[in-house]
């Protein structure tokens, strides 16, 4: 009777705990406009204490210091923003004329494409009855106009989240020093600080490796599409640059666009497709192979778990969630690694195989 209800019990805690995961993502998911820019406001304040603990071995008040380091970072974001931004308002004055080279270049293919549009609305009309029903088509917004919308709302976003950076870095150790004392033991005390510097280091560290390896895959791209004599290579080295910074779909868009304006360029379609071939090759190369096992080694996480976050926080916020989904993965870990009733996930989440106590000695005379 009592291993029964033991039973039971364990029962209704793993439904418990599995309910409470799915709560998780689906306030995760309804609550992003909330959520992210306050996730995005810690993570940059993770980011920036290192510097700010150099600011303050200096003599430096927490205060100023947090103002000049999140105001820096301000600047640099919406630098980054304004060359983006300027790009594209450079390109969209030229996308009719864009569009109607491209057109011209691709008529044979344009052709067959008609053709069998035409087909397929004969099909339509065949098999649609003429009962008068009318189609009612909604118009979406323009360019312009989602630009604008989404412009606005990233603005809002990146507004809160510096706000918030600011105020932690300007509290100084206050946090630190809260959580030091909402533990009892000076053991948990000194887990908890360790955890702590632990998730500053270890974000740190990926954004300055993802940082690196965006900066030399925009120099291979600038070379190589340089020697194919595409003109401005450099701006399209920049854009590798800013856009690999979107795991899987800056690539794309990157090579998307290359392509585009390799057609208007050269004259022959088959070696202007060398240019997007190019751009994806590389692209390819650094996001199956290269930032895998650099992000992997570096983070120690196993590559399996960091496609497999990128994918899911991808899918639930988009573009946004693909962005802080490695950096939410190594506080994940470092979280794992500390608390000791989740060692089992720290241990999947590792990129090396241990042993756990015991299992040794099991292993050998089973074998």
């Known amino acids: 009777m009592g291993v029964t ?13 599995l309910l409470s995961v799915i709560a998780v993502f689906v306030t995760a998911y309804f609550a992003k406009d909330l959520i992210l820019p306050i ?18 071995r200096a003599g430096v008040p927490s205060g100023p210091a947090a103002v000049l380091v999140v105001g820096l970072s301000g600047i640099a974001i919406l630098s980054v923003v304004g060359v983006a931004a300027g790009t594209i308002a450079l390109w969209s004055d030229e996308l009719p004329q864009m ?11 344009a052709d067959a494409v008609e053709t069998v549009r035409r087909a397929t609305d ?3 009309r065949i098999s649609t009855p003429a009962d008068g029903t009318q189609e009612v088509v909604v118009k979406q917004p323009g360019f312009l106009d989602s630009a604008m919308s989404t412009g606005m709302k990233l603005g809002g976003t990146m507004t809160v989240s510096l706000v918030l950076a600011m105020f932690l870095l300007a509290s100084g150790n206050m946090f630190y020093v809260k959580l030091v004392q909402s533990f009892q033991s000076m053991a948990d005390k000194k887990r908890a600080l360790n955890a702590v510097y632990d998730v500053e280091k270890r974000v740190s560290r990926y954004l300055l490796t993802i940082t690196m390896i965006n900066a030399v895959l925009g120099l291979c791209i600038w070379t190589v599409l340089a020697l194919l004599g595409l003109p401005g290579a450099h701006i399209f080295g920049v854009a590798a640059f800013l856009l690999n910074f979107l795991p899987y779909i800056g690539g794309v868009i990157g090579a998307a666009v290359a392509a585009a304006y390799a057609l208007i360029t050269f004259d022959s379609v088959g070696y202007a497709l060398l240019v997007p071939a190019g751009y994806m090759l590389l692209t390819t190369l650094e996001g ?22 990128v994918v899911l926080w991808g899918w639930l916020w988009g573009i946004a969630g693909a962005l802080i989904a490695v950096p939410f993965l190594v506080v ?5 690694d500390n608390v000791a009733s989740l060692q089992m996930i720290s241990h999947f989440l590792d990129n090396e195989t241990r042993t756990p106590p015991g299992d040794g000695q099991e292993t050998a005379r089973a074998t």
Do not use: H, Y
């Not at 209800?5 to 705990?17: D, M, P, Y």
């Open 332 to 336: 994940f870990k470092v979280v794992c």
């Open 122 to 124: 004969q099909v339509d």
């Open 288 to 309: 199956q192979f290269i930032t895998p096992w650099l992000v992997g080694w570096r983070l120690e996480i196993n590559t399996v778990a960091v496609f497999l976050t």
């Open 99 to 109: 569009g109607d080279q491209i057109k011209i270049k691709l008529s044979g293919m």
């Open 39 to 56: 996730l995005l406001g810690f993570l940059l304040a993770l980011t920036l204490s290192p510097l700010m603990r150099t600011l303050g």
């Open 5 to 17: 209800i033991l039973n039971n019990l364990t029962s209704i805690k793993r439904s418990l705990q």
